[in-house]
């Protein structure tokens, strides 16, 4: 059964860092590539940034410079490195992967950035 576990989540003063984590199980984690996102309320889920098989990274210009995305294939974990975080950045944060067209996404973790 495959199933991604979101956790780091948190309240945070604008300036601040949150490292998220997304643990993976159930699949053969090191030939996925894999994506975190997130949704603000009333808004849509948007990406923030990817990361494939090669540790290649994409990010929205909104986080660029401030996150960083990286994966431990021997762990089957993901993480999202949040830095300089604005109260903009406050949103439920999900981890994310797609097998055959079909998308995987975990629970979510909330970060909420706010003085």
């Known amino acids: 059964q495959v199933q991604l576990v979101e956790s780091g989540g948190g309240l945070v003063q604008p300036g601040g860092s949150l490292r998220l984590s997304c643990a993976a199980s159930?699949?053969?984690?090191?030939?996925?590539?894999m994506g975190w996102h997130r949704q603000a309320p009333g808004k849509q889920r948007e990406l923030v940034a990817l990361?494939?098989?090669?540790?290649?990274?994409t990010y929205a210009d909104s986080v660029k410079g401030r996150f960083t995305i990286s994966r431990d294939n021997s762990k089957n974990t993901m993480y999202l490195q949040m830095n300089s975080l604005k109260p903009e950045d406050t949103a439920t944060y999900y981890c994310?992967?797609?097998?055959?067209?079909?998308?995987?996404w975990g629970q979510g973790t909330q970060v909420t950035v706010s003085s």
């Open positions: 159930g699949i053969i984690f090191s030939i996925h590539n």
């Open positions: 990361i494939d098989t090669g540790r290649i990274t």
């Open positions: 994310n992967f797609n097998r055959r067209g079909y998308d995987y």
